[in-house]
């Protein structure tokens, strides 16, 4: 790795004073699970990090009846992945967070960096996506609270400013008779980036979807809402064939790229597949079947 | 570069070391410390050869910055047996055969220690999903699960 310098700041304002002295060739660093792989491999060398490791109170995770759970930036998927509040307000995302790579790397990566680092195959931002979730961020000029459908910009862009530093993610409550449901298909190993991450939020009232929200991760920069597939559901009972026709909508309006995970051919296709599957256990976990 | 001061502990022993800010756990504990049972694999947190504990949680040191492991408590394989005694997890591995290069033995063993500190008596697939992130190329990962199931009582030789 090339050499760099490593500031170890011990409150936010330091840390944010820190990134504007040094604008430009300087880079936070939370758990580094990913920066440092990018930071080895030589596609990124900066020549100053500023560690947030010192910085007290950012790794707390607690329900707050307004907001829903406040995840600080600094947890570990780990911790989100065994947190009895997150699996008793939000399981879903416990289930997600434990499909995250493997054990170690969820014991050092955080959510806060894993936003940040805004991989288009990441796990975390399409649940979070679905599920509404807010990303706090504070710099020179205050605190700022960004829907993450406007924090994720582009490959690995966020809306962050310059000496900004996200410190907590907000995950509003589902509604009352919501269900939520994530899957990922890997086409390595367990341990690997998903090809797709698909991740469904149905809101019920008396049988009847009220609102159903599917994000597609993986299929492009950043992950996508299936505007078309979600409308052809909205005030109807879900059916098996419904569902199907969701699936087909959802494929049909995504268009992936071809990389690592496998071509735009087969992406598309598996976007669909896995579509239809999240939302079929979105649908099993109303009915009980 | 300014130097980063940092103290740990490693293995039960309180060390205070002085590192450059770019140093990686893995090496400071191979290079600094002279431990040389955490190996180096794949470098990018896939492999498993260099797992150590960091406050009991496995983590990949290849992954981890010496400068973040200021303050915790880090335990390697030498660290894991006391008084002259194995850990029982080593001993079953040792029993069960449980290892043909060995290379990947040293974090097999503590991704195992913290499953088993984690969750006492895990089904088999609880042992294959917590082990999942650790990788034997001779392939020899049945040994390996009843080794550890042997640990609870699981496996019978």
């Not at chain 1, 790794?59 to 780990?78: K, N, Q, S």
């Not at chain 1, 936003?115 to 205050?142: E, I, M, N, W, Y």
């Not at chain 2, 300014?2 to 504990?29: F, K, Y």
């Amino acid at each position: 790795m090339r050499r760099f310098e490593l500031l170890m700041p011990t409150s936010l304002d330091e840390a944010s004073r820190l990134l504007r002295e040094r604008e430009g060739d300087v880079k936070l660093i939370a758990g580094g699970a990913s920066l440092l792989i990018l930071m080895k491999s030589g596609v990124y060398q900066p020549s100053c990090l500023v560690s947030l490791q010192r910085i007290p109170g950012l790794a707390d995770v607690h329900f707050d009846p307004g907001e829903g759970l406040r995840i600080g930036a600094l947890t570990t998927h780990r911790v989100i992945e065994r947190s009895p509040v997150v699996r008793e307000r939000l399981p879903v995302l416990s289930e997600m967070a434990r499909m995250v790579a493997n054990v170690r790397i969820r014991n050092t990566g955080t959510i806060g960096g894993n936003l940040c680092q805004a991989d288009s195959h990441a796990d975390p931002p399409p649940l979070l996506l679905a599920l509404g979730a807010r990303v706090r961020a504070k710099g020179g000029k205050g605190t700022r609270t960004i829907p993450l459908e406007e924090f994720l910009l582009d490959y690995y862009q966020t809306a962050l400013q310059p000496d900004e530093v996200v410190t907590e993610v907000a995950v509003p409550p589902l509604p009352a008779g919501s269900t939520a449901a994530y899957l990922r298909h890997t086409v390595r190993s367990a341990e690997d980036f998903p090809c797709i991450g698909a991740a469904a939020v149905v809101e019920w009232q008396d049988g009847i979807c009220r609102q159903v929200r599917l994000v597609l991760g993986g299929v492009a920069a950043v992950p996508q809402r299936a505007r078309q597939a979600e409308a052809l559901a909205r005030g109807r009972s879900l059916t098996e064939p419904l569902i199907g026709q969701m699936a087909e909508a959802a494929a049909e309006e995504v268009e992936p790229i071809s990389d690592f995970y496998g071509s735009a051919w087969y992406k598309k296709r598996m976007a669909g597949v896995f579509a239809r599957r999240v939302l079929l256990v979105a649908w099993a976990q109303r009915t009980g079947r | 570069m300014t130097p980063i001061e940092l103290s740990l502990t490693v293995n039960g022993e309180r060390r205070a070391l002085t590192v450059p800010p770019q140093r990686l756990l893995l090496e400071m504990l191979q290079r600094d410390l002279h431990l040389t049972g955490t190996k180096e694999g794949c470098g990018v947190g896939v492999c498993g050869a260099c797992t150590v504990l960091m406050d009991g949680r496995p983590v990949s040191a290849c992954l981890v910055l010496a400068a973040h492991a200021d303050g915790h408590e880090v335990t390697t394989i030498e660290g894991l047996g006391r008084d002259g005694q194995r850990h029982p997890v080593q001993a079953a591995f040792l029993e069960w055969s449980a290892f043909q290069c060995g290379y990947c033995t040293p974090g097999m063993i503590l991704a195992a220690t913290a499953l088993l500190q984690e969750h006492p008596a895990p089904s088999e697939e609880e042992i294959r999903e917590y082990m999942s992130g650790n990788i034997c190329r001779c392939t020899g990962y049945m040994d390996i699960i009843r080794a550890i199931q042997s640990c609870t009582g699981g496996a019978k030789r």
